[in-house]
């Protein structure tokens, strides 16, 4: 069975694919697509849908997308869907740390949850898997590992950051893990 996974990173394609051995795992590189997908819509559902729904319907593969945001109580759930772009330059994630941090200033409600949604089109129908991490926003950055906002999330029932764990830890616990696990579950019962 051959599916893509809707990205470029080669280091998520390298987690998901070593926990399907019977699938054929390929990139968006693998099977030539290399123009940007847009992700205009305004839920992580809508993005990962747009991002299937392109491969499938333009290369005719089963594919499946993900999208991740994370979503601050005090902050009625910003960053949410714009998770990647907050403070303006896309992927800069320490521009988007100390926006974070400096909206946060002096609110002690610091609840946050990262959610996961992944977009499934096979044989025809489209399925999603949500996975959600619960944790707080630290005061500041503590650990090095990961990427993102990982060094300023602590998941709850833990001491260490996402970014004090290895990648191992990590992944059991995190909201793209979790969604992982439900997508892998779903296509073993194929
Ligand atoms: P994406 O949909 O996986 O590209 O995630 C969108 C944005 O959410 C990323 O650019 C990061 O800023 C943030 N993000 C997603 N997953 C994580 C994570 O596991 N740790 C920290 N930040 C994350």
Not at 74 to 83: C, F, M, Q, R
Not at 162 to 181: P, T, W, Y
């Amino acid at each position: 069975m051959k599916i893509v996974f809707a990205t470029h990173n080669k280091n998520k394609l390298k987690e998901v694919a070593a926990l399907l051995p019977n699938v054929e795992l390929l990139s968006l590189t693998d099977i030539g697509c290399t123009e940007e997908i847009p992700e205009t819509a305004d839920t992580l559902e809508g993005n990962a849908q747009i991002k299937a729904n392109h491969v499938t319907e333009k290369y005719g593969y089963a594919c499946f997308a993900d999208d991740t945001g994370l979503l601050v109580d005090a902050l009625n759930g910003e960053p949410g869907v714009y998770s990647a772009r907050y403070a303006g330059e896309h992927g800069n994630a320490e521009n988007n740390m100390d926006l974070l941090l400096k909206n946060l200033d002096g609110i002690t409600n610091r609840k946050a949850y990262f959610k996961t949604i992944i977009c499934l089109n096979i044989n025809n129908e489209q399925y999603l898997f949500n996975g959600v991490c619960n944790g707080i926003i630290l005061e500041k950055r503590q650990g090095d590992e990961g990427f993102g906002y990982d060094p300023i999330f602590k998941p709850n029932g833990y001491d260490l950051s996402f970014a004090e764990m290895n990648l191992d830890e990590k992944g059991k616990i995190s909201h793209r893990g979790l969604a992982v696990q439900k997508l892998i579950q779903f296509l073993q019962n194929l």
